[in-house]
């Protein structure tokens, strides 16, 4: 069936391109762009469906190549009615530019790649500027979305090259559900998912499906939020869509070339600090024994790791569990010394892609190689993309487009994350200050085994980077067919087929000799994914003029979606030959396998009717029918209603000089969502672990079904306002919403007496609310000078209204140090955990031996949601030099930082190095009921140690806030005059940076070198916990791209 469909694919898309390269030539065209009669400098023209475009010079002047015939120029200027001027066979084009708002007939392109003009639509839609995209990229172009989008939370994982990003649009809905968007490329739905992703205590992440995805091929980004924009996609977009077109050869004519290159230098942004003064023992005092070495004896570091001894002096040691090491000094190493173990990533992309048409037909082609090398040692990261778009007018009435995206991922050497030994920075983080990194490079002795500065863990971080070592390749195959007949000027019918497949083929092995015990005699897995989505639709659209005031148009459609997921493997253990990775050698092998399906068939429609071009009423409804859910509550309806009012055009106002556009917009919308396949079932599961050498053996699944399941339903209400002023100068839109999801589909415990561990049942609401407002703004532009400003704030407030009966908290994550929940009356996401005993008036109860002490009782000690989100970008542009900068703004959340709790347990924390007179500053309880300011002394153990070792959760929250330089680019793009007598059409050259600094973040976790953003998993809950993550990164480099 694949291969089938993919012919099928590869036949129009090549069909279509034989018809483009029907072209006409090049030409160049210039001309002078006026108004009121006067040179307008700056002016931009646009070839349309390309990316040729120049500036009007200080004349007013301009010349471009284009093609001849019937090409199309737009011709655009702030405070101007951008204009569409046919080519015509000219070769000399003016343009008289005429004041007004906006863009006649602006288009954007909506749910089911439905295209609206944008005044008419009731909801929420922000396009996404891609201009820095490009240039100051990231290798997962999700990420690129941090800071430029309002209501949109974004934070990449720490995975190290490739892995995975996290996008929530207002805040979470599902509490134990899927919580990020949908996203659709070119009207297909992709799967985003990350396969078999890492968890608190390790895993490795190997990626979504978004960071598949080539940036230079992406056209156009828009963002659905709320659920009367993104009703139409069904129970997958109720946490919102986000739309990417790619890039087309549409409107051109004849052949183009375009070509880009961009080159970046990874290096460490933020990295833990850690002390300096102290050696392993406790109580001041170091743990050592004794040995000799070349008949001299010296004291021996022995196997304690815990850093609360004595100085370190500088005297010589020696190392008990490497006797053939010569003594050594107990002296502090230099800062660099955790920083030299990263080495610095860089990443170089080039694209170069080939797109031509003719009148009727048009294509692209791009190939593109991305390879990445990461910050941890042999870790890397390949991608090659081939993306061909293209369309055919077969005749006056049928349009085909067909694209066919293939991409090869290739990754070595993922890392695992989270707690977990063998996560290197966890390892890294805790190796003394006097052990010298160099000592442990060479990192196998003789005898095969692990050279390190002590027994078990904290294990070398070399053996782990080189000894387990993993391999991951990806082929993906995203392609779509779509066909469009027109019967009359007013009637249309559409057919679309789409498909997302991809097999990823996973190898890991721990060499012979690893630590632990358990895995010295090495282990190989195997592991191959399957991963299939189809989607089948049709859309039949009537639109036209119903009278001379009203207008209008309305679709009917159908949907049918396929998914099916298969992981097959093989695990082998004990292997008979030392360092021979293959399944054949191990001798015990247990074999791996699972399959889930899902089903949905759907039908849906939407309506709108116009009144005079400045009143508009929208419709929509989607039932869909689901296999996940119970056989006789399949079925699920969910309706939207939308209003748009053009007041300035209603009350004649579209020429005033200060309010130049105002509209309002209203909407009201319902969401479903289904679930994940095997909640409506039971049975058996089949396993080979844990009896002997591969004796299968089954048991029952511990979670009983819920046969009556039934959706999971948002209903959202939407009011906002876009108003601009100045004749474009400046433009405000704000929007209100607030949206609740009902009827979660949770797992809840049960006794563990009844055989099982949960139960899935339908309850439970958790109620979102907030506002958004988006400032745009010229505030200088003259003499060729531009200075633009664009402003995002967002605010969202979550709410668990309620639960299952007698259940007031569900737990999303926990540790025994602290847990992240959803309870009953307050925010989505709360953090909990044991707060210090105190007095009645605050102080610090200590024990009888000084020693802080926690409270009975765990209370919340923070919540992992920020308050607001912001971002402001600054552009300067002047005679084709570019200067754009972003500050990214979050204020309010907390996060759990289990660096914090284990540089307190370990003593390994920069704030540790304080070891005089360790006094808690609190009170002791005496046999009189009065207190007593302790004067104890504490041993280091007892006065930092404890706080970890006692599990008092309130140490260890730490506020997220931070002000971040997140982008700045400085380009050239050369002026078209320089390239008039050349053959390009267009050179830029970029200066970029990403992830630069902070400008601001919690004091806390800048003396202890660490950042709020990390995150072990694409997860709601995993961004409240800061784990032993790999150090941030900034990125340095440059940007070229030319067309010919």
Known sequence: ?????????????????????????????????????????????????????????????????????????????????????????????????????????????????????????????QEVDLSTVTEARESNIANSLKGKVAGVHVN????????????????????????????????????????????????????????????????????????????????????????????????????????????????????????????????????????EYEGTSYPAQTGNGDQFGGPLDGQLIMFTYMPEWSPRPYSPQPADNIRDFFDTGKTWTNTIAVSGGGDKNSFRLSVSDMRNTGIIPN???????????????????????????????????????????????????????????????????????????????????????????????????????????????????????GTDFYTDVRFDRKGTYSPPAALMPGTVDNATW??????????LTANGDLSEDFKGYFSVGANHLNRKQEVVGLSGENLNIPYVYHISNAQIVRPRNSLSRKQMNSVYFAGQVGYKDYLFLDVTGRNDWSSTLGLNSNSFFYPSIATSFVFTDALGMRNNPILSFGKIRLSVAQAGNDAVPFQTTGGYALDMVGYGPGLPYAT?????????????????????????????????????????????????????????????????????????????????????????????????????????PNISTHVLIENANGRIEARVGEAYGNIVGFPYLRTDDGRLLLSETGVAQRAAEQVVLGNIQPDFLGGLTSTFNYRGVSLSGLLDIRIGGQVFSFSRYHQHAKGTGVFTNDRENLINDGVILQEDGTYKQSDIVLTPENYYG???????????????????????????????????????????????????????????????????????????????????????????????????
Request: glycine share 10%; with cysteine.
């Open 1 to 125: 069936m694949k291969m089938k469909l993919l012919n099928k694919l590869w036949t129009v898309t090549l069909i279509a391109c034989c018809f483009s390269l029907y072209g006409s030539a090049q030409q160049a065209i210039s001309g002078r762009v006026t108004a009121n009669g006067q040179p307008v400098v700056g002016a931009s023209i646009q070839v349309a469906g390309t990316s040729t475009a120049v500036q009007t010079n200080q004349d007013g002047t301009y010349s471009i190549t284009a093609a001849s015939g019937s090409g199309v120029l737009v011709v655009s200027y702030v405070g101007f009615v951008t204009q569409h001027v046919p080519i015509n066979n000219r070769t000399v084009i003016h343009v008289e530019l005429q004041e007004g708002a906006t863009e006649i007939g602006e288009v954007l392109v909506t749910a089911l790649g439905i295209e609206r003009e944008k005044k008419a639509l009731g909801y929420s839609i």
């Open 156 to 291: 990449a994982t720490t995975g190290g090259a490739g892995s995975s990003s996290f996008v929530v649009i207002r805040g979470s809905s599902s509490i134990a559900g899927e919580n990020q968007p949908l996203y659709v490329v070119d009207g297909v739905p992709i799967d985003n998912q990350t396969l078999d992703q890492a968890g608190i205590f390790g895993g490795k992440d190997y990626g979504d499906g978004i960071n598949n995805i080539n940036p230079d091929d992406v056209a156009e980004m828009s963002v659905l939020k709320g659920p009367a924009g993104a009703a139409l996609y069904g129970a997958r977009g109720a946490n919102g869509v986000i739309l990417i077109t790619t890039k087309s050869g549409r409107g051109r004519k004849g052949l183009g070339v375009e070509f880009n290159s961009n080159f970046v230098m990874e290096t460490i942004n933020v990295i833990p600090t850690m002390q300096d003064r102290w050696g392993v023992g406790y109580g001041g005092t170091n743990s050592f024994g004794s040995m």
């Open 379 to 497: 870790n890397k990261l390949q991608r090659q993309t081939f993306n061909l778009r293209a369309t055919s007018n077969i005749t006056d009435k049928l349009f085909v487009e067909g694209k066919l995206n293939y991409i090869r991922q290739g990754g070595e050497n993922r890392q695992a994350t989270g707690i977990t030994t063998q996560n290197p920075a966890y390892s890294l983080y805790l190796t003394p200050r006097f052990v010298d990194l160099n000592w442990l490079k060479d990192y196998k002795k003789e005898d095969g085994t692990m050279v390190n500065w002590k027994s078990g863990t904290p294990y070398n971080p070399y053996w782990l980077v080189n000894e387990f070592q993993n391999d991951d390749k990806r082929d993906r195959v995203i392609g779509m067919l779509m066909g469009r007949y027109a019967f009359t000027s007013w009637l249309s019918l559409q057919a679309r087929a």
């Open 530 to 539: 399957h991963v299939k989505e189809e989607n089948f639709d049709v859309l």
């Open 700 to 804: 029952l699944r511990s979670q009983v079904p819920l046969l009556d399941l039934k959706n999971e339903l948002t209903t959202g209400f939407e009011a906002g306002t876009e108003l601009r002023f100045f004749k474009n100068r400046l433009g405000i839109d704000f929007t209100y919403y607030t949206q609740s999801t009902k009827n979660q589909i949770l797992p809840v415990q049960v006794s563990m007496a009844t055989g099982y561990a949960t139960r899935v049942i339908n309850a439970g609401e958790i109620k979102n609310h907030g506002v958004e407002l988006l400032l745009n703004g010229t505030p200088v532009e003259v003499g060729g000078f531009r200075w633009d400003l664009s402003l995002n704030l967002s605010r969202n407030r979550s709410q668990v209204v309620s639960l299952a």
């Open 946 to 1044: 404890q706080r970890a070792w006692g599990n008092v959760g309130e140490e260890m929250i730490m506020d997220a806030d931070y002000l971040a330089l997140r982008e700045l680019t400085l380009g050239y793009a050369f002026r078209p005059g320089f390239l008039k007598s050349t053959p390009f059409q267009h050179i830029k050259l970029s200066v970029v940076g990403r992830n630069l600094f902070y400008l601001k973040r919690d004091p806390l976790m800048k003396e202890m070198g660490i950042t709020p953003e990390t995150a072990f998993a694409p997860t709601a809950a995993a961004q409240g916990y800061e784990v032993a993550a790999m150090p941030t990164t900034r990125t340095f480099g440059f940007n070229l791209s030319f067309a010919l």
